[in-house]
Nanobody, 121 residues
Framework: QVQLVESGGGLVQAGGSLRLSCAAS????????MGWYRQAPGKQRELVAE???????RYADSVKGRFTISRDNAKTTVYVQMNSLKPEDTAVYYC???????????????WGQGTQVTVSS
């Protein structure tokens, strides 16, 4: 059974930092683009950052220069280091694995359960 398990959320003051972790099942990690998404109350879920199997990264404009995504293939874990946090970063953060069709025969995505990040002003 494929699992994505997030950790590292919490309450932090504006200007502070947090690091989120997402431990993924070994069966899919090496074949997956890994991403972090977030959803604030009353808003749509949005991409925060993603990293391909080759290490290429993409960020939302709102987090560029403040967030850094990375992956540890040996630990099958993806991280996002979040610095200079702002109240508008408050949301539930979700990990997603976009699995290559070469592994499953068709593209497929898995989601984690989410972790709350709250930034106080």
């Amino acid at each position: 059974q494929v699992q994505l398990v997030e950790s590292g959320g919490g309450l932090v003051q504006a200007g502070g930092s947090l690091r989120l972790s997402c431990a993924a099942s070994k069966s899919i990690f090496s074949a997956s683009t890994m991403g972090w998404y977030r959803q604030a109350p009353g808003k749509q879920r949005e991409l925060v950052a993603e990293i391909t199997t080759g290490g290429s990264t993409r960020y939302a404009d709102s987090v560029k220069g403040r967030f850094t995504i990375s992956r540890d293939n040996a630990k099958t874990t993806v991280y996002v280091q979040m610095n200079s946090l702002k109240p508008e970063d408050t949301a539930v953060y979700y990990c997603r694995a976009d699995v290559s069709p070469t592994l499953l025969g068709a593209p497929f995505s898995y989601w984690g359960q989410g972790t709350q990040v709250t930034v106080s002003s």
